[in-house]
């Protein structure tokens, strides 16, 4: 047990004098991995703060129930009556046709539009906050509410949310498919750092094994000094995403909704951090791995 | 704890031989009992180097068997070698010192391999330097040494584990006649203490003042 952790913390402090003996090569390793994985990690925080966005919205989903246009005031207050009567609605506001069409015309530029229609074309609306805000049941509802007589169309408030969604989860997706394309790259480049470092020591793995050293002990410094370039890597790349996110939400207007944000607004959640890290450490152990199994696997005598 | 060492009808051929070329060991066969001191003599390229390579399974035989405590050292996976090495105490002709670290690095190499605590292994390598005239040298490169300095430095490594089994393979070659006898000195205290020596020499003279029993190679084949 004594000697398997001095031969771990040998491997670690040989790891790191490998680092320090090359400082331009690792730093250059180092920043090149770090650029590699802070892409992603800026897509995976713009993509969980426009998550947010959504869902702040999709808590509170609104219907508009419209009427016929030729419905009278006599037919709008019977199924006001009815729709209050139900199970199911939360609130319900009523807009006639006279208050929408006050509306519209309060708002400059539409109203010279208006002057010129012959009548009021806005049908009266009765708008609705269902009691359960799940996609489903605001569907079922809207459903139901379309077989009711008296009633036009239905029209769900939410419908722009689930577009957005619906681009959310593609952009998620490549956020996701550049994220597995820049880890591969991840493990290429330290199986290279690695590979190199193997060939330029070949000399003093030779002697080691002579003397006496497994595999294992060879290859562990290697694999040790992956990890420690991964997560060196790892550190730089959630400074710089942190960073950049930083710029981008300093350099979004106030009254965008991204201000509005609840909770931590648009920064870099811990959780996310934690997981890159693990990540750059994984694939770089990974990448080394690859790499002496190529040079210290079993196929190569290593001093024989 | 001593090692014993029989070679049983041993060929060797290396495969990068010239073709038609007679093998580097041809049939073979000798025994070293535990505990012994023995010589093996012979011109260059008789073979001496390659007996060294295949006790310490650097190499395998062609044919034949070689057996170290018993143990067929031919036959030994790749996970075992290292365990076997690390019960020789080995000094190789060609040296193999590495000239990017310091002299106390490399003494204490075959300590670090096999997992001996920094401070016990900071204690045996001072231990050994000193028993080859060194100590006061830990810090410097082994390329600021002499020829003579170098092969010592080979011998404190070799001896540094303790090992059951000293293989020579011309230790004094680089040395002047004063120091080559201090070496032979240091290996005859191991061999009083009860380790297996085999020493490579073609230095009649060194012979002559510790006399042992040799083992005389001629082109791959024992002699005498
Ligand atoms: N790696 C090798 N490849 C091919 N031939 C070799 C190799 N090593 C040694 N030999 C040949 O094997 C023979 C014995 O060599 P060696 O054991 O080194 O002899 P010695 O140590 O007695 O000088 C020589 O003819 C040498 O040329
Ligand atoms: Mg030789």
């Given at each position: 047990?004594n000697?398997?952790?001095?031969a771990?913390?040998?491997?670690?402090?040989?790891?790191?004098?490998?680092?320090?003996?090359?400082?331009?090569?690792?730093?250059?390793?180092?920043?090149?991995?770090?650029?590699?994985l802070?892409?992603?990690?800026?897509?995976?925080?713009?993509?969980?703060?426009?998550?947010?966005?959504t869902?702040?919205?999709?808590?509170?989903?609104?219907?508009?129930?419209?009427?016929?246009?030729?419905a009278?005031p006599?037919?709008?207050?019977?199924?006001?009556?009815?729709?209050?009567?139900?199970?199911?609605?939360?609130r319900l506001r009523?807009?006639?046709?006279?208050q929408?069409?006050?509306?519209?015309?309060?708002t400059?530029?539409?109203?010279d539009l208006?002057?010129?229609?012959?009548g009021?074309?806005?049908?009266?609306t009765?708008?609705?906050?269902?009691?359960h805000?799940?996609?489903?049941a605001?569907?079922?509802?809207?459903?139901?509410?379309?077989?009711?007589p008296?009633?036009?169309?239905?029209?769900?408030?939410t419908?722009?949310?689930?577009?957005l969604?619906g681009?959310?989860?593609?952009v998620?997706?490549?956020?996701?498919?550049?994220?597995a394309?820049?880890g591969?790259?991840?493990?290429?480049?330290?199986?290279?750092t690695?590979?190199?470092?193997v060939?330029?020591?070949?000399a003093e793995?030779?002697v080691?094994?002579?003397?006496g050293a497994?595999?294992?002990?060879?290859?562990?410094?290697f694999?040790?000094?992956?990890?420690?370039?991964?997560?060196?890597a790892g550190?730089?790349?959630?400074?710089?995403?942190?960073?950049?996110?930083a710029?981008?939400?300093?350099?979004?207007?106030?009254?965008?909704?991204?201000?509005?944000?609840?909770g931590?607004g648009?920064a870099?959640?811990?959780?996310?951090?934690?997981?890159?890290?693990?990540?750059?450490?994984?694939?770089?152990?990974?990448?080394?791995?690859?790499?002496?199994?190529?040079h210290l696997?079993?196929?190569?005598?290593?001093?024989? | 704890?001593?090692?014993?060492?029989?070679f049983?009808?041993?060929?060797?051929?290396?495969?990068?031989?010239?073709?038609?070329?007679?093998?580097?060991?041809?049939?073979?066969s000798?025994?070293?009992?535990?505990?012994?001191?023995?010589?093996?003599t012979?011109?260059?390229?008789?073979g001496?180097?390659?007996?060294?390579?295949?006790?310490?399974?650097i190499?395998?035989?062609?044919a034949?068997?070689?057996?170290?405590n018993?143990q067929?050292?031919g036959?030994?996976?790749?996970?075992?070698?290292?365990?076997?090495?690390r019960?020789l105490?080995?000094?190789?002709?060609?040296?193999?010192?590495?000239?990017d670290?310091?002299?106390?690095?490399?003494?204490?190499?075959p300590?670090?391999?096999?997992?001996?605590?920094?401070?016990?292994a900071?204690?045996?390598a001072?231990?050994?330097l000193?028993k080859?005239?060194?100590?006061?040298?830990?810090r410097?490169?082994?390329?600021a040494?002499?020829g003579?300095?170098?092969?010592?430095?080979?011998?404190?490594?070799?001896?540094v584990?303790?090992?059951?089994?000293?293989?020579?393979?011309?230790p004094?070659?680089?040395?002047?006649?004063?120091y080559?006898?201090?070496?032979?000195?240091?290996?005859?205290?191991?061999?009083d203490?009860?380790?297996?020596?085999?020493?490579?020499t073609?230095d009649?003279?060194?012979?002559?003042?510790y006399?042992?029993?040799s083992i005389?190679?001629a082109?791959?084949?024992?002699?005498?």
């Amino acid at each position: 047990m004594n000697a398997w952790l001095h031969a771990h913390d040998g491997a670690m402090r040989d790891a790191l004098a490998h680092a320090r003996r090359a400082p331009f090569a690792t730093l250059f390793a180092v920043a090149v991995l770090a650029l590699a994985l802070a892409l992603p990690l800026v897509g995976f925080v713009v993509v969980a703060g426009l998550a947010r966005i959504t869902a702040q919205f999709d808590t509170d989903p609104q219907m508009s129930v419209f009427l016929p246009l030729e419905a009278t005031p006599r037919d709008r207050q019977a199924l006001e009556r009815s729709l209050r009567a139900r199970p199911g609605i939360k609130r319900l506001r009523v807009v006639t046709k006279e208050q929408a069409l006050a509306e519209l015309q309060s708002t400059e530029g539409v109203r010279d539009l208006l002057s010129g229609l012959p009548g009021n074309p806005l049908p009266d609306t009765l708008v609705i906050t269902p009691a359960h805000a799940a996609r489903e049941a605001v569907h079922a509802l809207r459903a139901e509410l379309e077989q009711l007589p008296g009633v036009a169309s239905v029209q769900v408030d939410t419908a722009w949310v689930e577009r957005l969604e619906g681009i959310l989860g593609t952009v998620r997706a490549v956020v996701l498919a550049v994220a597995a394309m820049l880890g591969v790259a991840v493990v290429a480049v330290t199986f290279n750092t690695v590979r190199l470092q193997v060939l330029t020591r070949a000399a003093e793995l030779d002697v080691a094994a002579l003397f006496g050293a497994t595999r294992a002990w060879m290859r562990r410094p290697f694999l040790y000094f992956g990890a420690f370039q991964g997560i060196a890597a790892g550190l730089l790349s959630i400074a710089l995403a942190a960073g950049f996110v930083a710029l981008l939400a300093r350099s979004l207007p106030g009254e965008t909704a991204v201000a509005a944000l609840p909770g931590r607004g648009l920064a870099m959640p811990w959780e996310l951090a934690l997981t890159a890290l693990l990540a750059a450490a994984g694939l770089g152990w990974l990448g080394a791995w690859l790499s002496v199994w190529e040079h210290l696997g079993p196929g190569r005598r290593a001093h024989r | 704890m001593a090692a014993s060492i029989s070679f049983a009808d041993v060929s060797k051929r290396y495969p990068g031989g010239v073709a038609g070329a007679a093998a580097a060991l041809d049939h073979a066969s000798f025994d070293i009992a535990a505990g012994e001191f023995v010589y093996l003599t012979g011109h260059s390229g008789a073979g001496k180097s390659t007996v060294f390579r295949l006790l310490a399974a650097i190499e395998r035989p062609t044919a034949g068997t070689v057996l170290v405590n018993q143990q067929n050292v031919g036959r030994l996976s790749p996970a075992a070698v290292p365990f076997l090495r690390r019960k020789l105490g080995l000094v190789l002709q060609d040296q193999r010192l590495l000239f990017d670290r310091t002299v106390f690095d490399n003494v204490s190499l075959p300590l670090a391999v096999a997992g001996v605590p920094p401070r016990d292994a900071a204690k045996r390598a001072r231990a050994a330097l000193d028993k080859v005239g060194l100590l006061g040298r830990e810090r410097a490169n082994p390329i600021a040494l002499s020829g003579g300095e170098q092969q010592r430095v080979c011998i404190a490594r070799a001896v540094v584990n303790r090992p059951v089994l000293l293989l020579a393979d011309e230790p004094t070659a680089n040395l002047d006649a004063e120091y080559a006898g201090v070496i032979l000195e240091l290996f005859r205290a191991f061999h009083d203490v009860g380790v297996t020596v085999v020493l490579a020499t073609h230095d009649a003279a060194l012979i002559a003042r510790y006399p042992a029993r040799s083992i005389a190679l001629a082109q791959g084949r024992v002699v005498r």
